[in-house]
Nanobody, 123 residues
Framework: VQLQASGGGLVQAGDSLTLSCAAS????????LGWFRQGPGEERVFVAGVDWTGSTHYADSVYGRFTISRDNAKNTVSLQMSGLKPEDTAVYYCAAESPYRILALDSRAYDYWGRGTLVTVSS
């Protein structure tokens, strides 16, 4: 699976932004998918994920503000972000696990990564 994230940019606090991740490969529908982010000088952390059955999970920091969704027909996974805060500033990455694995919060469980897209939220 090859992944390509897009949609980052510079926004103001309170704005909304949607990130998209396009994937190649015929097994997309059976991969659990995650969005991670890495702020300046910080570790890469889990933001949101959707498993291959469609169940979702969110980090506490984004719960209620971010929504992850997948479209298996289009091989895409999106992250809708609203109520953005300066602390959401980071490089965002989409990632996929190997087929049929349960959704993991640890980045080490993910085998496929896209290039990040930068989100900058100004105050």
């Amino acid at each position: 699976v090859q992944l390509q994230a897009s949609g980052g940019g510079l926004v103001q606090a309170g704005d909304s932004l949607t990130l998209s991740c396009a994937a190649s490969g015929r097994t997309f529908s059976v991969h659990s998918l995650g969005w991670f982010r890495q702020g300046p000088g910080e570790e890469r952390v889990f933001v949101a994920g959707v498993d291959w059955t469609g169940s979702t999970h969110y980090a506490d920091s984004v719960y209620g503000r971010f929504t992850i969704s997948r479209d298996n027909a289009k091989n895409t996974v999106s992250l809708q972000m609203s109520g953005l805060k300066p602390e959401d500033t980071a490089v965002y990455y989409c990632a996929a696990e190997s087929p049929y694995r349960i959704l993991a919060l640890d980045s080490r469980a993910y085998d496929y990564w896209g290039r990040g897209t930068l989100v900058t939220v100004s105050s």
